[in-house]
């Protein structure tokens, strides 16, 4: 059961941050699509993310909500791959924006992890990153 929880929250912040632009990029899908299978074994379609980025946004749930029963199952490392997950498709389309950040701190905060913890996963990805720009 804990693996399907974790599976649903990675897919939902994912699916969550392709949209916190504004946009559904097809590079943003991709990256889902990849990820997910990488983290799963299970394969989405692109439509299946777009159908569920589109079932977001008319969505009243909040993340607080949507996150509440899977945060206390994530390990440290667990939470690490939430927040990983959801940068690389903050990066898929070359953007990261100032609602793309101000989403993933809210994530964070969903999953209680520590702004330590948080600063550091942000500073590594940041600089591997670079490595590949």
Do not use: W
């Amino acid at each position: 059961k804990s693996d399907a929880e974790f599976h649903r929250a990675i897919r939902y912040v994912m699916v969550h941050m392709m949209i916190a632009d504004g946009n559904i990029d097809d590079s943003e899908v991709e990256t889902i699509r990849q990820v997910y299978a990488q983290l799963t074994g299970n394969e989405l379609s692109h439509g299946e993310i777009r159908s569920e980025g589109d079932a977001l946004r008319r969505s009243s749930d909040s993340l607080e909500s949507s996150l509440a029963t899977v945060a206390p199952l994530l390990n440290e490392s667990g939470k690490e791959l939430v927040i990983k997950a959801a940068l690389m498709v903050a990066a898929a389309d070359g953007h990261f924006d100032d609602e793309e950040r101000k989403f993933l701190d809210r994530v964070a905060k969903c999953i209680s992890m520590s702004p330590a913890h948080f600063r550091g996963v942000l500073s590594s990805f940041q600089s591997s990153d670079e490595e590949y720009a």
